[in-house]
């Protein structure tokens, strides 16, 4: 069943591209390290994290919809939409994660 799969791939290309923003904001830091480069570097490591859960709670919806159509469904169909459907969310916050630790370091390095 391809239906509990169809939120959380769809997500993971624009947090990629987020995370390679974030790699080029934290770069750029090295170089200029301004308070507007940091502050970028904050906000677009929030906004992956919440974009990721976004797509989780798109993907579910979008499964809850088509679990409600169908007469039965295995768990195991289940437990594997849940997992890709957590990916989104996961990656979201490594992005965070990452773009956090960016931030502490430009941090560091202003002082």
């Known amino acids: 069943m391809n239906f509990i799969m169809e939120g959380g791939p769809i997500f993971m290309v624009p947090l990629l591209l987020l995370l390679i923003a974030i790699i080029v904001l934290f770069v750029k830091g090295l170089k200029d390290n301004s308070e507007k480069t940091r502050n970028l570097l904050k906000e677009l490591s929030l906004f992956s994290f ?62």
């Open 50 to 111: 919440v974009f990721g859960v976004l797509g989780f709670i798109i993907g579910m919806l979008g499964a809850l919809e088509a679990i409600s159509q169908a007469a039965d469904i295995s768990s195991q169909v289940l437990a594997g939409g849940f997992k890709v459907g957590l990916l989104s969310p996961t990656f979201g916050l490594v992005i965070f994660l990452i773009g956090k630790l960016f931030s502490i370091i430009l941090i560091s390095k202003k002082s």
